[in-house]
């Protein structure tokens, strides 16, 4: 009822607005008619005043909501939506959150074991998927890296699926920060992904000590390959220069790939290495509980027997670093050891690393991972009295002791010859650029010194060195 007086009110309105109009347009056209009269002009006849005078109203009918439906169907309309894949996601857990109704899909989708290994392999992910108006799956797409996972539906209750590369931009960025209270924190602040603060660290962490020397204050000049698949970081980065004043001490790495494969390393001015061949330990922060011994009575047996490794005495869920490049030969569980992860660097180093709570996401048998990556944390599964990180260093498979291998841990060797005189072009334009985002103004947040300057463009030529 309420609906009709409005509808009512409405119209009254608009009628009374409307004479009004036409009101005083009449007369308006009456005088110009009489001006035009005096100039000696025929004016209209009184059936055509009259015809002009009398208003026109027309109500415009609102299609119903359901006609409006059916129209967009017509017009073929998608809608988009994307979430984040977490652990433990099956397709159906994955489609109630996105909006999808597909009984169809789902059926087409669970008839292959293959797609649920897809989402446990993609956890973290973005999933996107395209719907029509009822929320039929019209396309359901996963990117990992450069990889994509799309199921697109090719008829009416038909699917296809496929995998493919996508296209990848590269986007060098720039950052300038200033050390707050907390290094890791301004980092953060200044928009540097976490990949690259790690990398950071793993460059300079055994002649720097962050806990201690990094201060308020401390300047950090970064310099990164961001890879985007449609706008969106697919979280592949790659350091390429950073100068960090710390202390009152400059220190500098630059990338250079002298081989072309790729990889590449880093270097100071001169082309002298700054990345040494392992980390100093798998732990940032923390303390030996059991040294590599030959002979130590067993903590929960009681028995004599050789300790292989070194115990790192860490909160559970504490990081675990890998020390080095290399790819994972074995990960799972391991009777005593309980969950480990084993690394193999090359054909005469391997790492091991025992009693894990969890593992990262992504680390599976044949997986690359870089020096310093984040490749589990701490736990006590197994054979532990409290939580820790049980971590072996291998050569040829027999165990050495770590400490050993930190003590003698050589650089990589530096440049020489033709790979020297290349280095020092690509390093004179990179130390260029890093003096460059000295003159950024630092933001300060609270009266702590905080943020940074930020500037992106497209990769140079430096994608390929």
């Not at 986007?171 to 950071?200: C, L, Y």
């Not at 909160?315 to 569980?333: K, L």
Request: overall charge neutral; glycine content about 10%; charged content about 20%.
């Amino acid at each position: 009822m309420a609906d009709d007086g409005i509808k009512n009110y409405n119209s009254t309105v608009m009628k009374t607005s409307t004479l009004r109009f036409w009101t005083f347009g009449t007369a308006a056209f009456g005088i110009l008619m009489a001006s035009i009269t005096s100039l000696g002009i025929s004016t209209v006849s009184d059936a055509e005043s009259k015809m002009l005078a009398q208003p026109v109203v027309k109500l415009l009918e609102t299609p119903s909501l359901e006609s409006q439906l059916k129209a967009l169907e017509t017009h073929g309309l998608e809608l988009a939506r994307e979430d984040e894949v977490i652990a433990g996601d099956t397709i159906a857990k994955l489609f109630e959150r996105l909006g999808v109704e597909d009984p169809a899909a789902l059926i087409y989708l669970a008839a292959d074991k293959t797609n649920s290994s897809v989402l446990k392999s993609n956890v973290g992910k973005t999933a996107l998927v395209h719907t029509d108006i009822n929320g039929s799956l019209l396309r359901l797409q996963l990117v990992n890296g450069q990889d994509a996972w799309v199921v697109e539906r090719t008829g009416e209750g038909q699917f296809a699926t496929r995998i493919g590369q996508v296209g990848v931009e590269t986007v060098t960025e720039h950052r300038s920060v200033m050390v707050g209270q907390s290094f890791f924190n301004a980092m953060d602040q200044a928009g540097v992904p976490s990949p690259i603060t790690e990398d950071v660290v793993s460059l300079f962490e055994s002649d720097l000590d962050f806990r201690r020397q990094v201060q308020p204050g401390d300047k950090v000049r970064v310099i990164y390959e961001n890879k985007k698949v449609a706008g969106r970081e697919i979280g592949d980065y790659r350091l390429v220069a950073v100068r960090f004043e710390a202390t009152g001490a400059s220190y500098e790495a630059l990338f250079f790939n002298a081989g072309n494969d790729g990889k590449g390393n880093y270097y100071d001015a001169e082309g002298k290495s700054v990345k040494r061949g392992f980390l100093a330990a798998p732990l940032r922060y923390t303390r030996i509980s059991s040294s590599f011994s030959r002979y130590r009575l067993h903590p929960l047996f009681g028995d004599p027997r050789a300790h292989r490794g070194v115990d790192y005495a860490a909160p559970i869920g504490t990081p675990v670093r890998s020390v080095a490049e290399g790819t994972i030969t074995a990960r799972g569980w391991n009777g005593g050891y309980g969950n480990g992860i084993e690394i193999q660097h090359n054909a005469r180093y391997s790492t091991y690393y025992a009693h894990l709570s969890r593992f990262a996401p992504g680390m599976v048998v044949g997986r690359e991972v870089r020096m310093g990556e984040v490749i589990g944390f701490v736990g006590a599964t197994g054979w532990a009295t409290g939580p820790h990180l049980h971590y072996e260093f291998r050569v040829h498979g027999r165990s050495i002791d770590p400490i050993r291998i930190a003590r003698e841990n050589p650089q990589v060797p530096s440049l020489a010859g033709q790979d020297l005189q290349r280095f020092l072009v690509v390093a004179s334009d990179l130390r260029k650029r890093l003096s460059l985002l000295d003159s950024v103004n630092t933001a300060e947040a609270g009266g702590i010194p905080a943020a940074a300057g930020r500037n992106s463009q497209p990769s140079p030529r430096l994608a390929r060195q």
